[in-house]
């Protein structure tokens, strides 16, 4: 059925269920599993009054950002290694989280997405949007959401 699965987390535990969810069906149907954390570039603002930022110290925090993501990323490696799961751990740099994650399942050759919602509602989703929804209304690849 499904022979590569890809799995966005961003660590949390609400993400942590998808993780474990892709790795148990990855493990049912003998599939590889891509772990995906994708970080964002540190925001920069302008407005009057903000404090410049040197940029040697925004490159700094990113690459802990990155350190942060190949640790979380590596740890769903390990879980999958005990479980007789091969997982290929990456990690992306972009503003972009939902374009990232259709671009690297493509990239792979994935057949499945799994990944958690936040379940926001009402003016939160509305005003923060929802990477997940993005995912579910532009991908071609099926997508698997976990709540």
């Known amino acids: 059925m499904y022979q590569r699965i890809l799995v966005a987390t961003d660590g949390s535990a609400l993400s942590q269920k ?6 148990t069906l990855a493990a049912q149907l003998k599939a590889e599993v891509v772990a995906l954390k994708v970080v964002p570039h ?9 404090a410049p930022i040197d940029l040697k110290a925004v490159g700094e925090i990113e690459l802990q950002w990155l350190d942060a993501a190949q640790k979380v990323v590596q740890g769903v490696q390990a879980a999958g290694e005990a479980m007789g799961v ?3 751990p990456e990690t992306a740099t972009s503003d972009l989280v939902s374009e990232t994650v259709i671009a690297t ?3 792979h050759s994935c057949d ?3 990944m958690a919602s936040h379940g926001r ?5 509305l ?5 997940t929804q993005h995912v579910l209304t532009h991908s071609h690849i099926p997508v ?3 709540r």
């Not at 998808?18 to 790795?23: F, G, H, P, T």
């Not at 005003?127 to 990477?131: D, F, K, R």
């Open 42 to 50: 540190y925001p920069q603002s302008y407005f009057e009054g903000s």
């Open 121 to 125: 509602n009402g003016l939160k989703r």
């Open 112 to 114: 499945l997405i799994v």
């Open 86 to 88: 091969k997982v290929r």
């Open 105 to 107: 399942a493509k990239k």
């Open 127 to 131: 005003l923060l949007g929802s990477e």
């Open 18 to 23: 998808a993780v474990d969810s892709a790795l």
């Open 144 to 146: 698997l959401v976990l």
